[in-house]
């Protein structure tokens, strides 16, 4: 089974950037999407974006515009470039891989920290 490791999370003020980084080991070449989901304390787990292997990409509504998904299969990784980003950005951001079916082909990873703050 492919293991994805998330990284990139950090402290950053509100309205700053940050880019996190999701990387599949052995190959994510046959994995049809790469999920990037969010969890806040208290909240549930939320859709962010995902992007197929034919570079689709969908967003949920809350980061349409300020988020960007890409991937990069001969790096086996996919990144998410967060801009503008709100203090309800915080939350740790994991990735996980689908098949066209929706199901997960991977296991949820440790995520990694996002924290927007003054």
């Known amino acids: 089974q492919v293991q994805l490791v998330e990284s990139g999370g950090d402290l950053v003020q509100p309205g700053g950037s940050l880019r996190l980084s999701c990387v599949g080991s052995?190959?994510?070449?046959?994995?049809?999407?790469i999920d990037w989901y969010r969890e806040a304390p208290g909240k549930q787990r939320e859709f962010v974006a995902t992007?197929?292997?034919?570079?689709?990409?969908n967003y949920g509504d809350s980061v349409k515009g300020r988020f960007t998904v890409s991937r990069d299969n001969a790096k086996n990784t996919v990144w998410l470039q967060m801009n503008s980003l709100k203090p309800d950005a915080s939350a740790v951001y994991y990735c996980?891989?689908?098949?066209?079916?929706?199901?997960?082909?991977?296991?949820w990873g440790r995520g990694t920290q996002v924290t927007v703050s003054s």
């Open positions: 992007i197929t292997n034919g570079l689709m990409t």
């Open positions: 996980l891989g689908a098949n066209e079916f929706r199901s997960a082909v991977t296991a």
């Open positions: 052995p190959s994510i070449a046959n994995i049809w999407s």
